[in-house]
């Protein structure tokens, strides 16, 4: 195998979820390309990571400042969406039944991998409940033991606002799954039938 075609297989195949073969598929398809066809895509990954940014207000990820979904003034600013990854935003937006804005984690606690509580958004998400007009905290996480002690110690971080009611999506999804991985139907059934946390 050539030394050329094997580092780009070795690089595809770093990414989550692809194999040595299905890296061989990639490297393959973009060898069919034409030139200009696989610069747009070397430019577009490259811009993508030099130029991406985490929204100031909800920790999604950004062209500016603010997301799209925080700089929206016909989203329910009264409701606030918990999800772990940017992924689960893309997921619940699809079902296209939320309306609210949302808080991007980044991750759950996981003393296991080293992740704590300070390692994750938490703290902005206090700061955006804090400032007064969320009514409604909806978790949207995982069922994992570290999804449900994350939403335990944010549970405890907002226990100074008892006007503001703590729910989690309905149980549809079952458990140790990723919203991210949650077909469109299940994710709307779970967020129509949430309940109080």
Do not use: W
């Not at 195949?13 to 398809?29: D, E, I, K, W």
């Not at 985490?54 to 799209?68: F, G, T």
């Not at 935003?89 to 309306?99: D, L, R």
């Not at 606690?109 to 704590?116: A, E, K, T």
């Amino acid at each position: 195998m050539s030394e050329l075609l094997k580092n780009v297989v070795e690089e595809f195949s770093n990414l989550p979820g692809v194999g040595r073969r299905t890296a061989l598929r990639l490297s393959m398809h973009l060898l069919r390309r034409s030139e200009a066809e696989v610069e747009q895509f070397v430019d577009a990954v490259s811009r993508f990571r030099s130029q991406i940014r985490y929204c100031k207000r909800c920790n999604n990820l950004s062209d500016d400042e603010l997301c799209p979904i925080c700089s929206d003034p016909r989203r329910d600013r009264t409701t606030l969406c918990v999800v772990e990854q940017v992924g689960d935003v893309m997921s619940i937006e699809s079902t296209g039944s939320y309306k609210g804005i949302y808080h991007v984690l980044g991750g759950v606690i996981s003393p296991m991998q080293g992740v704590g509580p300070s390692d994750l958004g938490i703290d902005m998400l206090v700061d955006n409940v804090a400032s007064g007009g969320v009514r409604e905290v909806i978790f949207a996480i995982g069922t994992s033991l570290e999804c449900e002690t994350t939403m335990f110690y944010i549970k405890k971080r907002l226990a100074n606002f008892p006007d503001v009611r703590i729910t989690t999506i309905a149980r549809g999804i079952g458990f140790g799954d990723e919203i991210e991985y949650a077909d469109e139907f299940t994710i709307k059934h779970a967020l129509n039938n949430r309940q109080t946390f």
